[in-house]
């Protein structure tokens, strides 16, 4: 498994405004369950995130971007796992957020 690294996560909402947070993850799709996360822990309600939601990955150090949507993260953890740890990464995901 890919080392943690710090994350830059936005998204756009229906507004067209553009939320960011900075989290830790070791794959793209743990950087999108974590902003979910993040956003709802610190009460920020106004953020519904529908399957057509694209969060923006900017990993730190060194820097990348990437672009995942919702729905791909959906289908991600409902898939079979390539790994035991892989299985064990999606279950602790799915547990964050049992409303996904």
Same mark, same amino acid.
């Given at each position: 498994?890919?080392?943690?690294?710090?994350?830059?996560?936005?998204?756009?909402?229906?507004?067209?405004?553009?939320?960011?947070?900075?989290?830790?993850?070791?794959?793209?799709?743990?950087?999108?369950?974590?902003?979910?996360?993040?956003?709802?822990?610190?009460?920020?309600? $106004?953020?519904?995130?529908?399957?057509?939601?694209?969060?923006?990955?900017?990993?730190?150090?060194?820097?990348?971007?990437?672009?995942?949507?919702?729905?791909?993260v959906?289908?991600?953890?409902? $898939?079979?796992?390539?790994?035991?740890?892989?299985?064990?990464?999606?279950?602790?995901l799915?547990?964050?957020?049992?409303?996904?």
């Amino acid at each position: 498994m890919v080392p943690a690294r710090s994350c830059r996560v936005s998204f756009v909402d229906s507004e067209g405004i553009e939320h960011a947070v900075e989290v830790v993850a070791a794959s793209l799709y743990e950087a999108a369950v974590m902003t979910m996360v993040e956003f709802r822990r610190c009460g920020f309600a $106004d953020a519904i995130f529908g399957p057509a939601t694209q969060f923006t990955v900017l990993v730190k150090a060194p820097e990348e971007e990437h672009t995942v949507s919702l729905a791909k993260v959906r289908s991600w953890l409902d $898939d079979g796992a390539k790994s035991p740890k892989e299985q064990v990464q999606k279950n602790r995901l799915r547990e964050l957020l049992p409303l996904l």
